[in-house]
């Protein structure tokens, strides 16, 4: 079946570090990719996307780029602040399959001053 | 603009009562959908609904009805709550089945004593 593995959590770093939250999937088929971002107290939002093979999205200074080969899409940041405190969902969606999304089990991130 | 508006934000049931969730979207969107999130488990998928008139299982129905009562709202009923039940439940919806990104609800927290 479809599914989404990502590395486990809480990523807790100091202000202005790097971030890398790893993720791979399992997937018959092409899916299209995403980073959904949950904030304390809130519902799930679009971070950023990929739909094929090789594509870059981005969005808020993060970045995760399409790997067929590795079959991951790691989400990445330069420098992280206080405000990218939240967790982070990696999801896919088949191509044909409607909307209906596979999640994640989503990594927690604290950043520190 | 509201987006995706889910009632009650929280709420505390005995073993086999039942209640209702109510979700509503004021952005014309055709499909809307049920989520559970639970502690290491990420998002999975209840029921949903493509578009007005039509609702599909999602991966974990069992114990759950829905109802899509027009274009604008997807409700969740909960005929006799169990336990296991106790969740976050988040609504979301988008505009059609080849548009990608969902909105997603505040969230109802469960707790099912």
């Known amino acids: 079946g479809n599914s989404v593995t990502q590395m486990e959590g809480p990523v807790t770093l100091s202000e202005e570090a790097f971030l890398t939250i790893n993720c791979t999937y399992t997937a018959t088929g092409y899916p299209s990719l995403f980073w959904y971002v949950q904030y304390p107290g809130e519902g799930l939002q679009l971070l950023l996307k990929a739909t094929k093979a090789d594509d870059k999205g981005s969005n808020k200074g993060f970045e995760a780029t399409y790997r067929k080969e590795t079959t991951s899409f790691h989400l990445e940041k330069g420098s992280v602040q206080v405000s990218d405190s939240a967790v982070y969902f990696c999801a896919l969606r088949l191509t044909g399959g409607g909307n209906k999304l596979t999640f994640g089990t989503g990594t927690q991130l604290k950043v520190e001053l | 603009n509201a987006g995706v508006t889910q009632t009650p934000k929280f709420q505390v049931l005995k073993t086999g009562q039942s209640m209702t969730l109510q979700c509503a979207q004021d952005?014309?969107?055709?499909?809307m959908y049920w989520y559970r999130q639970d502690p290491g488990m990420g998002l999975r998928l209840i029921y949903y609904?493509?578009?007005?008139?039509?609702?599909d299982k999602g991966e974990v129905p069992n114990g759950y009805n829905v109802s899509r009562l027009n274009k604008r709202e997807f409700s969740l009923r909960l005929e006799s709550a169990a336990p296991s039940q106790t969740s976050v439940y988040f609504c979301?919806?988008?505009?059609?089945?080849?548009?990608?990104?969902?909105?997603f609800g505040s969230g109802t927290q469960l707790s099912v004593l």
């Open positions: 609904s493509a578009s007005e008139g039509t609702t």
């Open positions: 979301a919806s988008t505009q059609g089945t080849t548009n990608e990104k969902l909105f």
């Open positions: 952005m014309n969107h055709n499909s």
